[in-house]
């Protein structure tokens, strides 16, 4: 009867030990989620005459045309347009691995989906190489 007390006791403990892991991998990944959904990321073309924000879904929310980009042709409007937004999206890119290379030991295995599935989402957002001219 002590012998089971001792296994029940023990396993009590163990049980403890795992909720409490399994409540701070939720509080971690939460932290990791918001550093990533809560920002916007805005990027100036190389010649600073577009500015396209996008948000952590790599969609673009907004874009800022200065005056000197209306004088610009329709192509080099577009090429600049494309600068900023794979601006934007490098930004995002490293948010996302500085918000999961911060992860512990104990979520990596999550945190290690994270970035491959971002990968995957901002490769698809970025020009295909013929679509560059």
């Known amino acids: 009867m002590v012998m089971d007390d001792a296994r029940l006791t023990a396993a009590r403990e163990r049980l403890e030990k795992l909720r409490q892991e399994a409540h701070s991998a939720a509080e971690e990944t939460a932290l ?14 190389r010649g600073r005459e577009v500015r396209i924000t996008i948000g952590p879904d790599a969609l673009i929310q907004g874009a800022e045309f200065t005056e000197d980009a209306m004088t610009r042709s329709p192509r080099s409007l577009a090429a600049a347009t494309m600068d900023a937004h794979d601006r934007a999206i490098a930004l995002l890119r490293s948010s996302v691995e500085v918000a999961v290379g911060a992860a512990s030991h104990s979520v990596q295995g999550l945190a290690d989906t994270v970035l491959s599935e971002a990968e995957a989402m901002l490769s698809s957002a970025e020009p295909r190489p013929d679509d560059r001219h």
């Open 32 to 45: 990791i989620a918001a550093r990533i959904e809560q920002t916007t990321y805005s990027a100036w073309s």
